[in-house]
């Protein structure tokens, strides 16, 4: 599965963004999808997974109550809207496909979309 990644860019602390995952050569719902991000100088860290169904969600604890995963299999898709945005979150997000696992490490990804870069100015 081919995984593209879009809707970063620049907003203001307290803004939004849409961030959306899109995949190419299998079907979405094969595939539990994640996403991760990556700031300057530190490591890959999970941010949010979904389950293959949608039916489940996890999140990492800096972003609870603000981030919210979703997907549509029928459009092959799937999204993290990020609200209430801080400079802290500013990194380089990027989504992971696992068919078999939900992926919360970096080690569980079996597939890895290029990144999209979010910047939060404060």
């Known amino acids: 599965v081919q995984l593209q990644a879009s809707g970063g860019g620049l907003v203001q602390a307290g803004g939004s963004l849409r961030l959306s995952c899109a995949a190419s050569?299998?079907?979405?719902?094969?595939?539990?999808i994640g996403w991760f991000r990556q700031a300057p100088g530190k490591e890959r860290e999970f941010v949010s997974a979904i389950t293959w169904g949608g039916s489940g969600a996890t999140y990492t604890d800096s972003v609870k109550g603000r981030f919210t995963i979703s997907r549509d299999n029928a459009k092959n898709t799937v999204h993290l809207l990020m609200n209430s945005l801080k400079p802290e979150d500013t990194a380089v997000y990027y989504c992971a496909a696992n068919p078999n696992a939900v992926p919360r490490t970096a080690r569980q990804v079996g597939y890895w979309g290029q990144g999209t870069q979010v910047t939060v100015s404060s």
């Open positions: 050569g299998r079907t979405l719902g094969s595939y539990a």
